[in-house]
């Protein structure tokens, strides 16, 4: 029997049914081993020595992998054709060494580029050894990432309170999106005019021309920059008579996109499908790993994550003879089309990601997809095959035209496009992710047809438009346009990408409003220290230059030891450097860096650091136990406090940062005001007193804080109100607002309200319902009565799946086996491929313990199994030294745990 480990159990089914009864494939379900988020799991002062562990769901599976692995005639490691997978492989053969399952075993590494029957007896054919370097490249990156970030991370949570961890990749993303934001505050709109002609020609056709020039002197799109300017060219064209001086008419070709790259397919579903990049990414996944097409498993595309651009000669073959067929002689090239990119990494270099059978065209498998499958599958293959077609040829006509008035010669220009052929473009246009601001302005303007006319010809002026305009400061990146950047400047790897931008949406350091990254305030804090104390490593140029070592590590021309070296001996010194770094230092350099930001200047010209409500104080940004805040230096005396970013208007203008009042209470006479704090914005009664705390009132989440009026502040600070009797105890249930949000309550029964429950109009009906769910051991919004969503039938067990919402969150289950959704994932969007994974994943686990025992708990005869054990016995398993030193050693905190895997 031979051996077989891979990654995911999904594909370990489908590669043993390609391999027949003499194999037996095996999941190792992604990385088995990882540094412990421990001191010394990198030790710098022992060579870079990394120490390494199997959790307990792993040890399970090296277990059944050793056992397999024991007599048997070889073991082959087919996991992905990546540095990852190389690695996964290493670490397999070492965990196997360590329990030495490998006498006399002989190893084989294969690789493969798609789950297809030919593509796994290929690889079968053309085994190799594990690739040292790409596993010294591997780890020389694992240990990068967990110096930066349970040293980096450490320091963060001690000189910045509220900041969650550091890393290198994902702090240099940040900034990209914190400068972004930066340039959108610093940008000065400017006007400008343009002027535009509508035109006709003898025959009657009608087209738009613009000025261009003046008296000999071009004039570009700012030139005009006043009315009176564009009113006095304006006035001159009115009178000016037209005339063609020129018209070029100049052959032009559109060539195709070549086939996707990670990096490429994670930009073009954002843009046309809308997915977040790690969306796109699992869905990919499932193409590759296989669907199940007839009643049998089939892999539909490449493997995902590639640098590469070019196909395999027999793909490429194929796609001809479907463009041919589908399309006609004419749309397919004489000579097939070859894509070269300048690879990172050589020995990385896979095919482009593409369908592995081209023609199995998106139609024919529509119905075995799920929605978001079978969109991506349609868009990676009308991508494959657009990139094998024909140019499409056009023709720019550019004409120029003489407006003559007086003495006085303007010069005016239309362009048009016309295409001859459309080529590639019957199937395929690559989305844009800001056509004006990557300079194209968009081809509505070029691709209008112009009509016929020739140099000498007049020209009859229908309309003379003025019409002002101002420019635009840069857009905010898209996730799109974020991945687009990273891999123009080397920043990290695609298949990094996705994860990079969802740890920074996990950590709050950014949010996603109309598909554009913004920058929270925790973000910029984060990027604001970081530029102060470890400038260097938040540098475009440092981060990709390291990137490129990895690289060179890879192709085995630079010692991955030595990169560590290079790299630790400057960072050390800076993480030294702030042991002494004092909070008025952070401070200052935080105040400095942010200022424009948090302190923006006022309509009235007013000083922007006046504080609003002492009128001689000076606001400042400050930090406490929850993290950073604005606050008044007269404090205790004046207690204002506000977030640190003012609210902002759809104009773009700088909204006020101090009270902004709403009217008087009927009842005390009292201002009513809507107020910016620290942990958020208020409703406040009146102000503070000597000793006395005004009445106040949080806003609930999803209320709009700048639509709120008078009579709805009013009721929210009225709140607690009573709802109704309950209709067993006879007892009021009231609605409120508590540290955790809206809630009813009843006696000592409290039941936090659902997404669409308004606290201020909840019905008796519903708070009962709500009530007596909770009562009866309910969660959240009364759904202890929730049937889940059916997903479908899970392939291995053949029992229905539904995801349901629990009380630690969403999971899915069989109603034998529940598996947890990972963060991120909501119950919405989980397919039931996706359930099923997490399913056989933790059937795989084996049992869990029981509840009791997760909490510390034991039961009666194990609690007299405890007291009957001799002292001795105990002394024997932990020495009084060993004993001693573990409790003298500190307890970490366990944010600190999360630091290495930042």
């Not at 100049?250 to 990670?262: E, G, L």
């Amino acid at each position: 029997m031979k051996v077989v480990v891979v990654e995911s159990p999904a594909k370990a089914k489908t590669i043993n049914k390609y391999l027949g009864k003499d194999y037996e494939v095996l999941a190792s379900f992604g990385h088995i081993r990882d540094l412990p988020a421990k001191d010394g799991s990198v030790d710098p002062d022992q060579d870079f020595r990394m120490l390494w562990e199997l959790d307990s769901k792993s040890g399970k599976r090296v277990a059944d992998i050793a056992k397999a692995v024991r007599g048997a005639e070889k073991l082959i490691l087919a996991t992905d054709p990546d540095r990852e997978g190389e690695a996964i492989s290493w670490h397999v053969v070492e965990a196997l060494r360590e329990k030495r399952a490998l006498k006399d075993v002989p190893i084989e590494r294969v690789t493969f580029n798609a789950i297809t029957k030919d593509a796994v007896a290929a690889a079968m054919r053309a085994p190799r050894e594990i690739d040292a370097a790409l596993v010294d490249a591997y780890l020389a990156r694992r240990a990068l990432d967990y110096l930066v970030g349970f040293r980096l991370s450490p320091v963060l949570w001690r000189k910045l309170p509220g900041a969650r961890s550091a890393g290198r990749v994902q702090s240099v993303a940040l900034r990209l999106v914190c400068d972004r934001e930066m340039e959108i505050e610093r940008f000065v709109a400017r006007e400008y005019w343009s002027l535009v002609a509508t035109l006709a020609t003898e025959a009657g056709g009608v087209f738009d021309a613009r000025l261009v020039g003046a008296d000999g002197k071009r004039i570009s799109r700012l030139d005009v920059g006043t009315k009176d300017e564009a009113e006095a060219f304006r006035r001159d064209l009115e009178l000016a008579t037209f005339r063609v001086t020129s018209v070029e008419a100049k052959p032009a070709k559109r060539h195709p996109q070549p086939p996707f790259t990670t990096s490429t397919l994670q930009q073009e579903a954002s843009r046309k499908l809308g997915f977040a990049p790690a969306h796109t990414m699992r869905i990919a996944q499932r193409l590759y790993e296989g669907v199940d097409i007839g009643g049998e498993t089939v892999g539909l595309i490449t493997y995902m994550r590639t640098d590469g651009v070019d196909m395999a000669p027999e793909a490429i073959a194929q796609t001809r003879r479907v463009i041919t067929k589908d399309y006609g002689e004419r749309y397919c090239p004489d000579v097939p089309r070859r894509y070269s990119t300048k690879a990172k990494n050589a020995q990385e270099a896979h095919e482009a990601v593409r369908p592995t059978d081209l023609g199995r065209r998106p139609g024919m498998v529509m119905r075995q997809l799920e929605p978001d499958q079978a969109r991506l599958y349609e868009l990676i293959w009308t991508r494959t095959v657009a990139s094998q077609m024909e140019s499409a040829q056009l023709e720019r006509t550019t004409v120029d035209i003489d407006a003559q008035v007086g003495p006085r010669t303007l010069l005016l220009r239309a362009t048009g496009q016309v295409i001859r052929f459309d080529g590639f473009l019957t199937l395929y246009r690559e989305g844009r992710d800001d056509p004006e601001a990557d300079g194209s302005g968009g081809d509505d303007e070029d691709e209008k047809r112009l009509p016929p006319m020739a140099a000498g010809d007049g020209l009859e002026r229908r309309r003379i438009a003025a019409t002002q305009h101002f420019t635009e400061p840069p857009p905010r990146y898209s996730e799109a346009s974020l991945v687009k950047r990273m891999e123009e400047l080397g920043i990290g790897r695609p298949s990094t990408y996705a994860a990079t931008l969802a740890v920074l949406r996990d950590r709050e350091y950014v949010k996603i409003e109309k598909k554009r990254l913004m920058p929270e305030d925790k973000g910029r804090l984060v990027v604001a220290f970081l530029e102060s104390f470890f400038r260097r490593y938040v540098e475009y140029d440092f981060t990709a230059d390291l990137e490129g070592q990895l690289d060179r590590i890879s192709n085995s021309e630079i010692d991955w030891k030595q990169v560590l070296r290079d790299f630790w001996r400057d960072f050390s010194v800076a993480i030294d450097g702030t042991k002494e770094l004092r909070t008025g230092e952070v401070l200052d350099a935080l105040n400095e860096l942010l200022g424009p930001h948090i302190f923006p200047q006022k309509a009235d010209g007013g000083d922007p650091r006046a504080c609003p409500t002492c009128g001689t104080g000076m606001l400042s940004l400050k930090l406490g136990k929850f993290g950073a805040f604005i606050g008044c230096s007269n404090y205790p005396e004046c207690r204002y406090t506000r977030q640190l970013a003012v609210s902002s208007g759809e104009d773009g203008e700088g909204g006020s940062s101090g009270p902004r009042v709403l009217g008087q209470d009927p009842q005390t006479g009292l201002d009513v005001s809507v107020r910016d704090g620290r942990f958020g914005t208020f409703i406040q009664l009146g102000e503070a007193s000597e000793g006395e705390k005004p009445k106040r009132s949080s806003i609930p989440k999803g209320m709009d804080a700048a639509s709120l009026d008078l009579e709805r502040a009013l009721a929210l600070l009225s709140l607690p109100r009573e709802i109704t009797k309950h209709p067993e105890s006879g007892e009021p249930i009231l609605a409120g607002i508590g540290r955790f949000g809206p809630y009813v309550q009843h006696g000592k029964t409290y039941a936090s309200l659902g997404r669409d429950d308004d606290v201020l109009e909840i019905g008796g009906n519903r708070a009962i319902d709500l009530i007596i769910a909770k009562e009866q051991g309910g969660g959240r919004g009364g759904r202890a009565a929730d049937p889940g969503r059916p997903l479908g039938e899970d392939p291995e067990t053949k029992k229905p799946v539904v995801v349901k919402a629990g009380r630690y969150g969403p999971y899915v289950t069989d109603g034998e086996t529940n598996a947890t959704l990972p963060r991120g994932k909501s119950a919405e969007a989980v397919t039931l491929e996706e359930a099923a994974e997490l399913l056989a994943a933790r059937r795989a686990a084996g049992p869990s313990k029981r509840a009791g025992a997760r909490r510390g708990k034991t039961t009666k005869a194990e609690g007299t199994a405890k007291k009957a054990a001799p002292k001795k016995a105990a002394a024997k398993k932990a020495p009084a030294k060993d004993a001693a030193a573990k409790k003298a050693a500190p307890k970490k905190p366990a944010a600190k745990k999360a630091a290495a895997k930042a």
